[in-house]
């Protein structure tokens, strides 16, 4: 699951990236892995005190150039976000040269418009194929198709229509305005806390950063230090955990924990996920051979206060291929291979 950070230029999407992905890391290239924050872990860390602490991680690209003012994103930015499952796009609130407004208008121009004349393509296509022969065209995808181009000539995003977009005969066009975004209005440090966003919509969210503070902030890697500087600034928290959270939900995944005294550790999922398909993310070996899964629930781990407890209180469950895996869960698997 990877996420494309683009906006316009100027945006300060550079500064985001490099928030992200450590100074480190973005000076070496565009792209990186990033640590997905989870709280959860540290009652568990407590109690087992480990050897090794992981947690899950998703992927960050930040896309080169970018439109600037009076012009679109170009194609060679829709083409590269393209291939992503998630998008985080930066807009200027902060310069005073643009107006962030209409740049976010702008790129969901872009994204309809860019869809749009896939369609038109594609339907162009299936239409002449049909003239030579019925049997020629998927009616189920030129249904599908009929929809998407209705809703995006009423300038509404194919987001809007979750069921439309998992269609099976839709998936492989990878659809712009189809992936869930997420919008970071780049604002001042003086405006922390007081600008007013859009509301959010279907697979669309919207949160103001101050890309240049999160990029300092990510600098310093002392936590006292880094603590002392946001309670300077009359901040309690770094907004970028959210700006990660954000994303690992908009790719509509979910954590799995494990836990013991060699390592305590989260584990990326989709939402949705079955006992055997969150084993085979540890290993495909488990899926295989998988026999139940032990689960106690985030909750009720807490109420218990450690595993033997829980147990005894008939907090721990034992589920089959049938469990849906829920967020938060700590699961210990059964398998044979």
């Known amino acids: 699951m990877k996420t494309a950070i683009f906006g ?41 005190q480990p050897k090794k602490i992981t947690l899950s991680e998703i992927e960050y690209l930040d896309v080169p150039g970018g439109g600037g003012k009076g012009h679109g994103l170009g194609e060679r930015v829709l083409n590269d976000i393209r291939p992503y499952d998630c998008l985080l796009c930066v807009l200027d609130a902060f310069s005073g040269l643009a107006d962030p407004k209409q740049q976010h208008g702008a790129v969901e121009a872009d994204l309809l418009v860019s869809d749009l004349a896939v369609i038109e393509k594609r339907m162009e296509r299936m239409a002449s194929d049909k ?14 198709l009929a929809k998407a181009r209705a809703l995006l ?27 869930p975004i997420l919008y970071t209005w780049n604002i001042a440090e003086i405006d922390m806390g007081k600008y007013e966003l859009p ?21 310093i890697a002392d936590p006292e230090e880094r603590a002392m500087f946001l309670t300077d600034l009359g901040l309690t928290e770094s907004a970028l955990d959210m700006v990660i959270s954000r994303t690992y939900k908009l790719l509509g995944l979910m954590s799995f924990l494990t836990a013991g005294d060699k390592e305590v550790r989260s584990w990326p999922v989709r939402v ?56 938060g869960d700590i699961i210990e698997f059964r398998f044979n291979v």
């Open 8 to 48: 316009f230029s100027g945006s300060g999407k550079s500064d985001m990236f490099a928030a992200l992905a450590g100074e480190k890391a973005a000076t070496a290239g565009n792209r990186a892995m990033v640590k997905v924050p989870e709280p959860r872990l540290d009652p568990l860390i407590k109690l087992f």
């Open 131 to 144: 003239k030579k022969n019925k049997d020629l065209v998927d009616t189920k995808e030129e249904e599908c």
């Open 153 to 179: 000539e009423d300038e509404k995003p194919l987001r809007v229509d979750p069921d439309l977009c998992n269609e099976p005969t839709m998936r492989g066009y990878r659809f712009l305005s189809a992936k």
């Open 199 to 219: 509301a959010d919509g279907l697979g669309q969210r919207h949160m103001a950063v101050s890309a240049r503070l999160e990029r300092e902030l990510a600098a």
């Open 272 to 327: 949705g996920a079955t006992a055997p398909e969150a084993a085979g993310v540890i290993h495909t070996d488990f899926q295989k051979g998988f026999i139940r899964a032990e689960v106690i629930g985030y909750a009720d781990f807490l109420r218990a206060g450690d595993f033997k407890k829980a147990k005894e209180l008939g907090l721990a469950r034992l589920e089959g291929k049938d469990y849906y895996v829920q967020d």
